[in-house]
């Protein structure tokens, strides 16, 4: 009896866990890490939904959509995080995303009424130094320096094609006298972000391309007051990061549900101390203290999802000849 007792629960416990539903949500890979929001956004999302969240770590933001575009309706995913605006158009015209009807009291530098994107968190690109140095305030006096950067490469990162933007909306047809002045300082271009910050960490390269809110990282979680972001006279142009669902989704109301929770206190309260990101929602709680030490941008630069897919493959050449030389 007890043999027929243990094997009755085992196959009651096998058929929860197969009814339980799935959401995949294809991300990049530092927000699945163990330091980034992935587990504490898996772990308060759950005790919600009845569901088994997967986070999937598919490389930088840019290589997301690559990914997506090569597995077509066929993917997995239900759920893509960590697209931003300089990716929404291309990611429109795959024709794999449907529409949300998510509001929320957002609390970004703009306006947000897209129907198919929505945004998460969002910050400046910046670069950040060391602070025993004196850092250059604009890209023609870092051209003119000596220093070695770190960048990421635009065609799999979302930094590295957020500095493309950069460079174009600060420059516009200057764009290319820019970057051939840069090329001496571009140390190297590593694949995604995480792989850049490390190499500036190890002393290898002078300042990398990042956030205005990364010296916040070192301050709060390593009581580091070393680091620092230069601000640029030119302005520095802002990303906002979004996630949208699958039109393929098997799971749609459940990843109505992931796409309203991102939106809640539940999620955007995880955001500034694990992605080191301004929320797209201010929590209730407000900003951690240390943020307020942060540089504020003089001017916030910013193309449109349709001027951004414009001027890409331009700006792609641009950087491509400069750095070839």
């Known amino acids: 009896m007890k043999y027929l007792m243990t094997t009755a629960a085992v196959l009651c416990a096998s058929a929860a866990w197969a009814e ?93 009424a897209d129907d198919t994107f929505v945004p998460f968190d969002w910050g400046y690109f910046a670069f950040v130094h060391n602070t025993d140095m004196t850092p250059p305030a604009n890209f ?15 065609r799999s990162s979302t930094p590295g094609l957020g500095l493309l933007m950069w460079v174009k909306a600060a420059y516009g047809d200057e764009a290319p006298a820019i970057w051939a002045d840069l090329s001496d300082n571009v140390l190297t271009v590593t694949k995604g972000w995480s792989e850049s910050y490390g190499l500036f960490l190890e002393g290898e390269a002078d300042m990398v391309l990042s956030y205005t809110t990364s010296p916040a990282y070192h301050l709060i979680a390593e009581e580091d007051a070393s680091k620092a972001a230069a ?64 540089i504020t941008p ?18 792609l050449d641009e950087w491509l000849n400069a750095l070839a030389r």
Not at 44 to 73: H, I, S, Y
Not at 143 to 152: E, G, K, N, P, V
Request: with cysteine; charged share 20%; aromatic share 8%.
């Open 20 to 112: 339980t539903p799935v959401l995949k949500v294809y991300t990049y890979d530092s927000f699945v890490s163990d330091w980034g929001p992935g587990p504490a956004v898996e772990a308060a999302f759950e005790e919600t939904c009845g569901c088994d969240l997967q986070f999937v770590g598919a490389g930088d933001g840019a290589a997301l959509l690559a990914r997506l575009k090569l597995e077509g309706a066929r993917s997995e995913a239900d759920v893509v995080l960590g697209l931003d605006t300089n990716l929404i158009a291309a990611a429109k015209e795959t024709g794999l995303f449907a529409t949300h009807s998510v509001t929320a009291d957002y609390t970004l530098p703009v306006t947000w």
């Open 140 to 154: 023609r006096a870092l051209a003119d320096s000596d220093l070695q950067i770190a960048i990421q490469d635009p």
């Open 231 to 294: 601000p640029f006279d030119e302005g520095h142009y802002m990303q906002i990061e979004v996630a949208g669902k699958l039109a393929s989704t098997q799971v749609p109301d459940l990843a109505d549900q992931f796409l309203a929770f991102m939106v809640t206190d539940g999620f955007q309260s995880i955001i500034p101390t694990t992605n080191w990101m301004y929320p797209a929602v201010t929590p209730a709680g407000g900003l951690p203290e240390g943020f307020e030490t942060l």
């Open 298 to 315: 003089e001017k916030s630069l910013l193309l449109s999802p349709e001027e951004s897919a414009s001027v890409r493959d331009a700006a």
